[in-house]
């Protein structure tokens, strides 16, 4: 939230020094904004980069099942058990409840630093496009909709810049 409010302060302050200074008049012409999060799902290699990421959070989740419907056994057969046997299987859910609490804890790290990584990269990738794009059109300034309070539809160069990324 503190971010988006920079951001948006910052797009404001440059609104008001173009009305002040007469930017308009001295040669900046164009303004236009994106909608980063709707290019990024759009982009083809984005896509097929979340999908794999997705395939194995689906392979994490299988394990984690498969040891808690172990614990949940064990769990089962210490119930059947007298005090000393019952004891030892406890220890071994403890055991393979801490098992799991650190894969998750694993996996979630893992893939969280996957998606990151993967994130940068395309949006390296689509701000670079981005920037081409800028310079073939002719715009001054491109900025990201979702940190702005309000901008002219018209200005909206989303659907151009995701054609753009898909001639790529």
Avoid: H
């Avoid at 394990?63 to 019952?86: H, P, V």
């Avoid at 990151?116 to 689509?126: A, G, P």
């Avoid at 310079?135 to 989303?158: H, K, V």
Wanted: proline content about 2%; charged content about 35%; hydrophobic content about 45%.
């Amino acid at each position: 939230m503190r971010k988006k409010f920079i951001v948006m302060a910052v797009v404001s302050s440059l609104a008001a020094a173009f009305a002040v200074t007469g930017w308009g008049e001295t040669g900046l012409k164009k303004i236009g904004f994106i909608d980063l999060d709707r290019v990024f799902r759009a982009y083809p290699p984005a896509a097929a980069a979340v999908g794999g990421l997705e395939e194995q959070l689906k392979a994490k989740e299988a394990e984690i099942e498969k040891l808690l419907g172990e614990i949940r056994q064990l769990r089962a057969e210490s119930e059947l058990l007298a005090d000393q046997a019952r004891v030892r299987k406890e220890q071994e859910i403890a055991r393979k409840t801490l098992q799991l609490r650190q894969y998750t804890e694993e996996s979630e790290i893992e893939i969280n630093r996957r998606l990151f990584q993967t994130r940068e990269k395309m949006l390296e990738e689509i701000f670079a496009r981005v920037t081409v794009y800028a310079r073939e059109q002719g715009y001054d300034f491109i900025f990201r909709s979702e940190a702005t309070a309000y901008f002219d539809p018209s200005l909206d160069l989303t659907d151009g810049i995701i054609e753009a990324l898909k001639k790529d």
